[in-house]
């Protein structure tokens, strides 16, 4: 019986002593911590995806709290997320447009090859092998390593070119630093028109190279009623300050590299062949 | 004498009784933070400082509380106490006094206190009936063999990603085999022992 009173007390006086050291420490070692913090951290999207580049969520908390980071920091959370975290801050949110990622290519199958390539298969090993297998040197590799960056499920390799799917992209960013080529980028939401190509070759080097490369034929230039396309390094060039997604442009390109999402039926139907396809034998 | 036992007890914590690869403690953290290297480090070092800790620490309750009173067969329930609560302050101390080491071991930290080898290391300076000087130090070096088998096995796994493997094989799967390889490699050592 004493055993067992004995066993009792030992561990219950035991417990209580390191009850109460732990107590005491709490007290002592009390570290000043800013409420906010955890308040941002649970409106935050809590997927530590690293989109904001800090290390995850927390961090990007604090560094709202401490001021490093604006209140929008979040491209995930998006502006729903900004405002909430404006209110806790007390600021007024400045008005966070909501971004997507965009691919700047849309070759894929109908870009030409220069070879074969047979090696793992991802794109950032592909891009050191012989300036890569694609002739055109901005072309997209179509291996994917964007598809394995995205935790979303946003990105998918589609023809051979990487495919941006805006309901479910969050412009986290994590696709665009994946890509060897640099042809991803964040643009705003409401852009619908793109100029998906990034080749400054001349007009009739890409034609060698891409069935729907810009050769820089300035006819999208020239119908603009907005004037917000330029012509720089053989590349027609939107400006999506000026761009006002009428679609114009799309509808006169030449070789169909001009996407507009907005209008969707008439993208779905391929455009016709008709484009002097090159051989494969005329490469290198 | 004592140096040739000194020398003797971290070279079995370190190399030839690891408490990985031979004795299977602690397998927990050892698979779940062993993607990096850095981080893997991370944790090898709190896990040296919490076990060097907690033998001290247990060896004072064993000898002048369990033994004293005849209570030794409560031995492991009051070292897990012992760990937690040590755990808990280390962490809150860390975190006043150590900001920079707080946030570079902070959240592995709370994982100490489920990692099986902090229990085993005290558990085993009492079987061993060891002093309290032996007992710190086979602590502090079962940390030392927690740490190289956690780096050793992190820095396989970073190069694991580059290997061409059955996807079957993916994630855990190939982990486990490349952990069965090494222990079988730390066999080797198990002939070894100090000739006095």
């Keep these: 019986m004493t055993n067992v009173?004995?066993?009792?007390?030992?561990?219950?006086?035991?417990g209580a002593v390191f009850g109460a050291l732990l107590a005491f420490a709490s007290k002592i070692f009390y570290v000043e911590h800013d409420e906010r913090i955890d308040q941002i951290l649970g409106v935050l999207p809590g997927a530590n995806c690293g989109g904001c580049g800090f290390a995850g969520c927390a961090n990007c908390a604090e560094a709202i709290v401490e001021g490093k980071a604006k209140v929008s920091a979040c491209p995930v959370g998006g502006p729903a997320v900004a405002s909430q975290v404006a209110k806790i801050m007390g600021v007024e949110d400045a008005g966070s447009e909501r971004m997507v990622a965009h691919v700047y290519c849309c070759g894929g199958d109908r870009a030409?090859?220069?070879?074969?390539?047979?090696?793992?298969?991802?794109?950032?090993?592909?891009?050191?092998?012989?300036?890569?297998?694609?002739?055109?040197?901005?072309?997209?590799?179509?291996?994917?390593?964007?598809?394995?960056?995205?935790?979303?499920?946003?990105?998918?390799?589609?023809?051979?070119?990487?495919?941006?799917?805006?309901?479910?992209?969050?412009?986290?960013?994590?696709?665009?630093?994946?890509c060897p080529k640099?042809?991803?980028?964040?643009?705003?939401?409401?852009?619908?028109?793109?100029?998906?190509?990034?080749?400054?070759?001349?007009?009739v080097v890409v034609r060698n190279k891409c069935q729907v490369?810009?050769?820089?034929?300035?006819?999208?230039?020239?119908?603009?009623?907005?004037?917000?396309i330029t012509i720089e390094n053989n590349l027609a060039k939107i400006d999506y300050t000026k761009c006002t997604n009428c679609g114009t442009c799309a509808t006169v390109c030449p070789r169909k590299l001009i996407v507009d999402l907005a209008a969707k039926p008439a993208e779905a139907a391929p455009a016709a062949p008709a484009a002097p396809a090159a051989p494969a034998a005329s490469a290198q | 004498m004592d140096?040739?036992?000194?020398?003797?007890?971290?070279?079995?914590?370190?190399?030839?009784?690891?408490?990985?690869?031979?004795?299977?403690?602690?397998?927990?953290?050892?698979?779940?933070?062993?993607?990096?290297?850095?981080?893997?480090?991370?944790?090898?070092?709190?896990?040296?400082?919490?076990?060097?800790?907690?033998?001290?620490?247990c060896w004072v309750i064993n000898r002048f509380v369990l033994v004293a009173l005849g209570l030794q067969y409560l031995q492991t329930l009051?070292?897990?106490?012992?760990i937690a609560a040590l755990v808990q302050f280390v962490e809150m101390f860390l975190k006043k006094a150590v900001p920079s080491l707080y946030s570079a071991l902070g959240i592995y930290l709370p994982l100490i206190t489920t990692n099986c080898a902090v229990l085993g290391?005290?558990?085993?300076?009492?079987?061993?009936?060891?002093?309290f000087i032996e007992s710190v130090v086979y602590g502090v070096t079962g940390g030392i063999g927690f740490l190289?088998?956690?780096?050793?096995?992190?820095?396989?796994?970073?190069?694991?990603?580059f290997a061409d493997y059955p996807k079957a094989f993916e994630g855990f799967p190939i982990a486990l085999v490349t952990a069965g390889l090494l222990a079988l490699a730390f066999m080797g050592f198990s002939g070894m022992s100090i000739p006095w």
């Design chain 2, 78 to 82: 009051a070292y897990i106490l012992v």
């Design chain 1, 112 to 178: 030409v090859k220069k070879f074969e390539y047979d090696g793992l298969k991802t794109c950032a090993a592909a891009n050191k092998v012989a300036g890569t297998h694609m002739a055109c040197p901005s072309a997209c590799l179509g291996f994917g390593s964007c598809v394995a960056a995205c935790k979303y499920d946003a990105i998918h390799v589609e023809n051979g070119v990487a495919k941006v799917d805006m309901d479910k992209c969050v412009a986290c960013g994590a696709c665009a630093a994946a």
């Design chain 1, 213 to 228: 490369g810009c050769i820089a034929c300035t006819l999208c230039a020239k119908k603009c009623p907005s004037e917000a």
């Design chain 1, 5 to 14: 009173i004995y066993a009792v007390a030992v561990l219950g006086i035991l």
């Design chain 2, 3 to 57: 140096a040739a036992k000194l020398l003797d007890i971290m070279l079995g914590a370190i190399l030839i009784n690891n408490f990985i690869f031979s004795q299977f403690l602690g397998i927990c953290p050892f698979m779940g933070v062993s993607k990096k290297t850095d981080t893997a480090a991370g944790m090898g070092m709190a896990v040296i400082f919490v076990m060097g800790l907690a033998s001290a620490i």
């Design chain 1, 182 to 203: 640099g042809l991803i980028e964040m643009v705003p939401a409401k852009q619908k028109v793109f100029i998906s190509c990034r080749n400054t070759e001349k007009g």
């Design chain 2, 148 to 161: 190289i088998a956690i780096v050793l096995f992190a820095s396989i796994r970073e190069k694991l990603r």
């Design chain 2, 121 to 131: 290391v005290v558990l085993l300076n009492t079987q061993n009936n060891y002093n």
